[in-house]
């Protein structure tokens, strides 16, 4: 293989039949200073391609999906040459021939400001499991609090959590009938007995736990999509500071970080000091959703599976109609109610934003218009939401009622094929 030198690197950036392939980890890709870097993110143009993936039985699946053409010559880098070997290592058995290393990315690309680099916006609101290791001593301090989310399942929190957190049930924030916001007052009371105020720092995570529809609740075994549906809401009702555990409790225990089985008591305060919602802006209800079908500045966004979107499916135990709202963009979701591979990678970490990007542009989901997320209840919907928030999306909502309420609506449209 040849070994590239920083200029030869530079004269070939952005050639089509060049790819730079960054393997480090996904968080060091997004932005985080994981190695002492002089600027965070990545090669400008570069794919994410982490070492650690390498272990997986599924390395053939995720070079697919990341449409590596073979042909292409690639450029790795990356933190040690050992890691950048490892990759090199798997693709060659994976039949990529034409691969070059670059081994000065740290020592002189990051060290020179010309040299183009990129990263995710709003990279700090999505944390590695190493960082929240470094800030440990911080948590439940009266500034930080670290939440493990789950729906109606203290036996997620209890079997092991991350020390110092505290248990959140879904059900806290959201309606077990109708699965919308609870309301300002509810929530006001919810977010006090956590102990959570405007200014406190929240920091969510949850367990994913293979959940399937057939289970009585499969959203007990789907934590970290209810991690990220506490995000929007607990941003909704006005806490400044929200961030997601990049992968949920997966990535700390992928880092061999310990566990506790202790039941970490709330603190709970008197006043939330700020006025609920603090954003209502965030959510959309079904008026507002049937304004955004007729705006063409608008797009109303529909997360699902694509069983559920062309209607062979409702995709929950508890919903009978099929369908899908007419007028929705369709931006995929992952293959039933309660997994998202589209947005996430095999090891839970949120995908690639580039890909996500290229995804929501091909159907026209671009940061200039105002996009709402919808799926069936607003769990999916949430982590959609949470992903164009990191990438730097402002004028972003959840359409709180999805199919559930507008599918019991009889004179509310329904396409069914």
């Given at each position: ?25 996904v968080?060091?890709?997004?932005g ?26 599924d ?27 490892m ?55 009266g ?20 020390p ?49 529809n ?18 929007v ?19 700390w ?25 603090l ?51 369709f ?61 730097g ?6 359409f ?18």
């Amino acid at each position: 293989m040849d070994t590239l030198s920083t200029p030869q690197v530079s004269a070939l950036l952005g050639r089509a039949d060049v790819e730079l392939i960054d393997v480090r980890s996904v968080d060091a890709y997004n932005g985080w200073r994981l190695q002492h870097e002089a600027r965070g993110g990545h090669i400008r143009g570069a794919r994410s391609l982490p070492c650690k993936w390498t272990r997986y039985i599924d390395w053939p699946d995720i070079l697919r999906e990341k449409r590596i053409d073979p042909q292409s010559y690639l450029i790795l880098y990356g933190n040690s040459d050992d890691q950048v070997g490892m990759v090199a290592n798997r693709l060659k058995r994976a039949g990529y021939s034409n691969l070059a290393l670059y081994n000065s990315f740290i020592s002189q690309w990051c060290q020179d400001p010309s040299k183009p680099m990129q990263k995710l916006s709003r990279y700090r609101d999505l944390i590695p499991a190493r960082y929240l290791y470094s800030v440990l001593n911080k948590i439940n301090d009266g500034n930080t609090i670290l939440c493990h989310v789950h729906y109606q399942n203290p036996d997620s929190y209890t079997s092991g959590h991350i020390p110092g957190a505290i248990d959140l049930d879904t059900n806290k924030l959201e309606d077990p009938q109708t699965w919308n916001r609870r309301s300002p007052e509810e929530l006001k009371k919810a977010l006090e007995e956590c102990g959570i105020t405007t200014d406190t720092t929240v920091i969510l995570y949850g367990k994913f736990s293979s959940p399937h529809n057939n289970q009585p609740f499969p959203g007990s075994n789907a934590g970290h999509l209810g991690a990220m549906r506490a995000g929007v809401i607990l941003r909704y009702a006005g806490v400044k500071e929200v961030k997601i555990l990049n992968g949920g409790l997966q990535a700390w225990i992928d880092e061999s970080y310990a566990l506790s089985t202790e039941w970490v008591k709330k603190k709970p305060v008197t006043e939330f000091r700020a006025p609920i919602p603090l954003h209502p802006e965030y959510f959309t209800n079904i008026d507002k959703a049937k304004g955004i079908l007729k705006d063409p500045l608008c797009n109303l966004v529909c997360v699902r599976s694509r069983k559920e979107y062309k209607g062979e499916v409702s995709g929950y135990n508890y919903i009978n109609k099929k369908g899908r709202i007419p007028g929705a963009v369709f931006a995929e979701g992952g293959s039933d109610a309660y997994h998202m591979e589209n947005y996430r990678n095999v090891d839970h970490t949120t995908k690639e934003y580039h890909q996500i990007e290229t995804m929501w542009n091909n159907v026209g989901i671009t940061p200039d218009k105002h996009n709402s997320f919808y799926c069936g209840t607003g769990w999916r919907a949430s982590e959609a939401f949470m992903n164009a928030w990191f990438m730097g999306y402002h004028n972003i909502s959840v359409f709180d009622g999805g199919w559930f309420e507008w599918s019991n609506d009889p004179t509310n449209p329904v396409i069914t094929k």
